[in-house]
Nanobody, 122 residues
């Protein structure tokens, strides 16, 4: 059973910073792309940032230049460094990983965490 657990959310003032982490556990053979999504109240879930196994990254226009995604393959962990936070960054942040579980036929699929709340407010 593969599980993803996010951490690092919380309340921060505008202009502040937070670092989110997401660790995968369980019987894992390999992890391909990792990503962060977010969903603000009353809005659709959106892709925030994505990083491939080869460390290629892409970001939504709304966070480009402020957020940085990175990964530690040895720890099966993805990070999201969020700087210059704005009230419109308030949302539940979810990590996703495309994972091939160990000991089963080749069929990688996306796994999701349960989310961590980020609130940007003065």
């Amino acid at each position: 059973q593969v599980q993803l657990v996010e951490s690092g959310g919380g309340l921060v003032q505008p202009g502040g910073s937070l670092r989110l982490s997401c660790a995968a556990s369980g019987s894992i053979f390999s992890i391909n792309a990792m990503a962060w999504h977010r969903q603000a109240p009353g809005k659709q879930r959106e892709l925030v940032a994505r990083i491939t196994r080869g460390d290629s990254t892409n970001y939504s226009d709304s966070v480009k230049g402020r957020f940085t995604i990175s990964r530690d393959n040895a720890k099966n962990t993805v990070y999201l460094q969020m700087n210059s936070l704005k009230p419109e960054d308030t949302a539940v942040y979810y990590c996703t990983m495309n994972i091939q579980p160990a000991g089963v036929l080749w069929n990688p699929r996306d796994y999701w965490g349960l989310g961590t709340q980020v609130i940007v407010s003065s």
